[in-house]
């Protein structure tokens, strides 16, 4: 590519990428250089500004054109749009929960690291919105997961946080490379790594022999995605991992970076495998051959998610059992496949982001005060700090599903796009009633602590301005949409048209 025609190229598309890869530059350089006694959060501060400025581009070009470039490699499209906002949005959120998280072992020296990092591991899900070839793709996923690696790891001297660091980079780099090794099948058999060549390509496959290796790749990039959904039975790192991270970074794990995940899954199977023909050009397209397969996974990450967290007596590792069995409602999204996927999945997230990180700010608040991370600690909240006990209390009711609540609206829709579905999934939808209704022993013995249970210290709380910011937000925000969720669903369809957008 000539300079001329590289000076050409419509690079504003992608100016919410550059003022975040700029930020992270100027946020090395300075803390390089600011004395070692002044406090390293104002980089958390403009890490906000940052995002803000990223988020504001994004929504100008809401309702625009598709646009690519280099040669479809970064696409800004309606379902990048759409995505890149939750991101940003959690984003955001993640780094107000940062800058008032003051653990009593301390972690001032390592406060640096964590904001450009954090912001390198968000620009890397930000480049998977967008990625329009497989490249690309995984250049992002890349990105973020090997940031997220140095961040649970980022309490140099905490055990706990060298353990979940060493156990997420084990089973981090082994489903990297059996992504890639689906990923080359595919290669192999197109010759291409653009996604929409790819998809038109094998939209005559014939061959018996290829149609077998393409079910293969199908098969070996699930197993890979599936480990970074933490989806059963892939899933056994992510409790260890979020009970030694940090809480922020925890909280990023559990939502920003698991939206990344979702992102991944759907520009993959639905661009290349949604037209894959198994028998010619008129058969059933491989990915709907294989909706038993997503069932089953599905299935299984909500029983194991739901059943498992019963057990738990530490509120991170029950988190961690919740966000496993989330992941499954939402693949029973992915599996029913329905004209409204696109909608459904996005507004799950879109409440899921809310109630998940407004209950980590309470669980940071709470941890960090009693110096361990029990649920038992939650006892008395009431007493004690009677905003935080009722923010968590919402919080948790929007987590089981309770009506009025987001989560409610967000399960609501995936139930009903797998009962009405075509071919009906009643099997997959009855799991998750079933399960649904496991996961308000836990969320609701959380509450049990809380409002019934004496203290055993007496002492108050101290709400930390970023704390407070994420709690109005993630509380309003979860009332707000189920009452009216009429607010995320007419900004989707009244201004992005994702599935037109989608294979353009």
Known sequence: MSFETFSQLNWSIMTPEFIILGVIAILVLMDLFMPKTLDRKILGWIGIAAIFAALVYTLSMVGGPVQSILHDTFRIDSFALAFKLLILG???????LAISYEPKDGVERYQAEFYYLFLAAMLGGMI????????????????LSITSYILAGIRKFHGQSNESAMKYVINGSISSAITLFGMSYVYGLTGTTNLLDMASQLATL?????VYLLTIAFLLIVVGLAFKLAAAPFHMWAPDVYQGAPTPVTAFLSVVSKIAG???VIRVLLTVFSFAATDGPNSVPILFNMQNYLAVIAGATMIIGNVVALRQSDIKRMFAYSSIAHAGYLLVALTSMTPNMFQTIWFYLLAYLLMNLGGFAIIQVVTEKA????????????RRAPVLAVAMGILLVSLAGFPGTAGFIGKLN?????????PGHYVIASIMIATTVVSYFYYFGVMTQMFFRPAADESK???????????IIAVVGSVLLGIMPNIAFDFLQNNLDVIGDFFK
Request: a negative charge; hydrophobic letters at 55%; proline letters at 2%.
């Open 461 to 471: 709380f101290n709400i930390p301005f970023g704390i407070l910011v994420v709690l």
């Open 128 to 143: 998977m919105t967008s990625s329009g070839d497989l490249i690309t793709l995984f250049i992002g996923l890349e990105l």
């Open 90 to 96: 959690g984003g955001a959120l993640v780094l107000f």
């Open 414 to 422: 995936i139930f009903l796009g797998a009962f009405y579905a075509e």
């Open 206 to 210: 014939a061959n018996s022999n290829h």
């Open 371 to 382: 110096g361990s991370t029990k649920i038992a600690d939650f006892a008395g909240l009431y």
């Open 262 to 264: 979702f992102v991944i």
